[in-house]
């Protein structure tokens, strides 16, 4: 057994260890702490003593022993602390917050946290969003491309939870792609990493008209599915969602989307070809559609041997928000209970209950 350290970093370590086994077990009892982490009791009864003061940790019940006694257990408080998740269309929000991230269209600068790119929102990327967040609420909120934010909702809530690499392709407005590797985020040197609008799919990468929201975005987001379909003599003033609901009557409406199957599939044996992931996630107001599910999965059957596993995302909407609660909670985590500021994440609490999305 541990004995309880004295340097403040050995002290946080063990702090640590004591609250991932909380996170990971819910209601767990010291004597259980102290097997599955290796500290000694005196440290357990230390750590536990301060978090307890701190508001952290309270007793939630008690457990039979093996020789009769009774063992009290004990549960992370989840009314210690409140984060903040921001979706650019939608907020929760509560009293004793202690961070935030909000997911934002674009391209965002690692070191800056700024947004750099965002073609789809007109004037987002010449505000000081940060600034303008902490003066109004008070604390420092991170802003994390949205697509990101719904990978890890997915990862900690979705279709992805099992897998270590997996790519999150969200296709609306525009197409974007969020990047787990071995089990890791993927940002990039520049913070874009998995801007897949700009492939050179779907139409000619050397076109100006492509530049600025990229080739393969031009092709199948939403503006140019509307342009492909009217194009083809489908009727002016229709929607995305008119073009899906004629599929079965309207000749027009089958080729369109028959065409955008084709050239998503053709991105997604890219981004196989590269990071040769577990499952694909589709999701976003047309990636999510499971009509356009089944014209890529009969394309890959065709083009190769063994095709990635494509799910459509489980949390719809609500991903990005979901992986922003997520990231916040991480963020807290790791403030808190982690060791420095390079400190690798903690456990994210598992059940539903854990989080008033």
């Known amino acids: 057994m541990q004995d309880f350290p004295s340097s403040p970093v050995a002290r946080q370590q063990s702090v640590r260890l004591v609250v991932e086994r909380l996170l990971r077990d819910r209601s767990v009892s010291r004597a259980e702490i102290a097997r599955s982490t290796g500290l000694s009791k005196q440290t357990i009864s230390e750590v536990m003593r301060e978090l307890e003061r701190d508001g952290w940790v309270y007793e939630d019940g008690q457990i039979q022993g093996t020789v009769g006694r009774s063992a009290v257990t004990y549960a992370l408080r989840p009314d210690a602390a409140f984060v903040l998740g921001i979706d650019l269309g939608g907020t929760k929000s509560s009293q004793r917050l202690r961070g935030g991230v909000m997911g934002s269209p674009g391209i965002i600068e690692p070191a800056s946290g700024g947004i750099v790119i965002a073609p789809n929102i007109a004037g987002l990327d010449s505000l000081d969003v940060r600034a303008a967040l902490r003066a109004r609420l008070g604390i420092d909120i991170a802003i994390e491309n949205d697509v990101n934010l719904a990978a890890i909702g997915e990862h900690w809530r979705g279709n992805s939870r099992k897998a270590r690499t997996f790519a999150f392709i969200a296709l609306g407005t525009g197409i974007g792609m969020g990047i787990f590797a071995d089990g890791h985020l993927i940002r990039g040197a520049r913070g874009a990493a998995g801007e897949v609008a700009y492939l050179p799919l779907g139409g000619d990468p050397y076109d100006a008209r492509g530049q600025r929201l990229g080739t393969l975005e031009t092709a199948v987001g939403s503006a140019g599915i509307i342009e492909r379909y009217t194009g083809l003599g489908g009727p002016s003033g229709s929607t995305v969602r008119d073009v899906f609901d004629r599929l079965e009557t309207d000749e027009a409406a089958r080729i369109t989307i028959d065409e955008v199957g084709r050239i998503v599939t053709t991105a997604i044996l890219a981004v196989h070809s590269i990071l040769d992931p ?80």
């Open 278 to 357: 577990e499952i694909i996630v589709m999701g976003g107001s047309i990636g999510a559609r499971p009509e356009l599910k089944l014209r890529i999965d009969a394309n890959l059957g065709r083009c190769t041997r063994e095709p990635v596993r494509i799910e459509l995302s489980a949390l719809g909407n609500r991903a990005t928000l979901i992986g922003a609660i997520g990231s916040a909670i991480d963020h807290v985590h790791r403030s808190l209970f982690g060791i420095g500021k390079d400190a690798s994440p903690l456990a994210l609490p598992f059940t539903a209950a854990d989080v008033a999305a």
